[in-house]
C-alpha cells in the first residue's frame, strides 16, 4: 500500500496563551475522523508544532460557522472560550465572517461574537453555572471546591497565593476523582481585590495552560457568589495575559486578545 503526500495549512493562533492550531475546512476538505490522532501529534512541543490542542473551522447550511476542537491528548472538548474568541479573528481573516457579529457554533451550542476594533475579541459564554461548594480530598490534601459549568465542566478552588498552589498534584488527581468521572477543568483563584483575580487552571486533556476562558468565567462567577466581585465586570488575571468577564450571571461573556503566531504547512499522508 502507498501514500501521497497531501499538505494541510494551518494557522496557529493564541488568546493570552492559550494556543491552538487552527484549520480552515471551508477553504479545503479535512478527515475529521483523524483528528483526535492529528491533535496529538501536531499538538506536541517536542515533536509537532505546539499547542493546546487542535480546532477546525467548517459551515454548513443549517448552523453556519461552527467550532470543532480536540485537546492535546486527542480527546473532543465541547466547549473553549480562548479558542472561541481565536477562531471569530480565523473565520474574519479566511473571509468567512458575516460580519464584525456573528454566531458559531460549538458542541456546547451556538455562541456570539464580536471583534472589536482594539484587535480584541468578546465572546458569550452561554450560560454558566456554579455550585455549593464541596470539600474533597485529592492528593494527600482536603480541599474546597465550587462544581461550575460554561459548556464544559469546572471545579473552583480558592487559594491565598496561586504560584504557590499544587496545581499540577491536584489537577492531575482530580481528573481521576470520582466525582468527576469525564474530568474536569480546574481553576486554582486567588482573589487580589478591586474585582480582580489572579487564576492558575488545569486543563482536562491539556494539562496546565497559559489561560482558559470558560475558567475565568467560572471563577468570576464563583468569586461574585462569594462576595469578592461586585462591579458589573472582572478582571482575570491569567499566566499568559488578562480577561475581562462581564455580566453578573447566568449569561456572561469574555474579552481579551486573539492573536495570530504564526502559519504554515503540515504532511498529511493518506494511503492510496
Not at 467548517?58 to 480562548?82: F, I, K, P, Q, V
Not at 462544581?147 to 481521576?176: I, R, W
Not at 461574585?224 to 499566566?239: F, H, T
Request: glycine share 14%; with cysteine.
Amino acid at each position: 500500500m502507498s501514500a501521497r503526500s497531501v499538505e494541510v495549512a494551518f494557522t496557529k493562533m493564541e488568546g493570552c496563551g492559550n494556543d491552538y492550531l487552527f484549520v480552515d475546512g471551508i477553504r479545503a476538505a479535512f478527515p475529521a475522523e483523524r483528528a483526535p490522532s492529528l491533535a496529538r501529534a501536531w499538538s506536541d512541543r517536542r515533536f509537532g508544532v505546539g499547542a493546546d490542542g487542535l480546532i477546525l473551522l467548517t459551515r454548513d447550511a443549517e448552523d453556519g460557522l461552527r467550532m470543532s476542537m480536540w485537546n492535546a491528548d486527542g480527546s473532543r472538548g465541547a466547549m473553549c472560550g480562548n479558542g472561541l474568541r481565536c477562531i471569530a479573528r480565523f473565520a474574519a481573516l479566511g473571509g468567512h465572517a458575516p460580519g464584525h457579529a456573528f454566531s458559531v457554533r460549538t458542541d456546547a451550542g451556538p455562541r456570539e461574537v464580536e471583534l472589536l476594533s482594539n484587535g480584541a475579541v468578546r465572546a458569550a459564554m452561554g450560560e454558566v453555572e456554579v455550585e455549593a461548594p464541596v470539600e474533597l480530598t485529592v492528593a494527600g490534601r482536603r480541599l474546597q471546591f465550587v462544581p461550575g459549568d460554561a459548556g464544559n465542566p469546572h471545579a473552583v478552588t480558592f487559594v491565598d497565593d496561586v504560584e504557590a498552589a499544587p496545581v499540577q498534584q491536584v489537577g492531575a488527581a482530580m481528573q481521576a476523582h470520582p466525582d468527576f468521572d469525564a474530568g474536569v477543568n480546574v481553576e486554582f483563584v486567588e482573589v487580589l481585590g478591586g474585582d480582580r483575580l489572579r487564576q492558575r487552571t488545569y486543563e482536562r486533556g491539556s494539562g496546565e495552560t497559559l489561560a482558559c476562558g470558560t475558567g475565568a468565567a467560572v471563577a468570576a462567577l464563583a468569586a461574585r457568589a462569594r462576595g469578592n466581585i461586585r462591579g458589573p465586570a472582572a478582571k482575570v488575571e491569567l499566566r499568559g495575559g488578562t480577561l475581562t468577564v462581564f455580566g453578573e450571571g447566568p449569561n456572561l461573556a469574555i474579552v481579551g486578545p486573539a492573536r495570530t503566531v504564526f502559519e504554515g504547512e503540515l504532511d498529511l499522508q493518506e494511503k492510496l
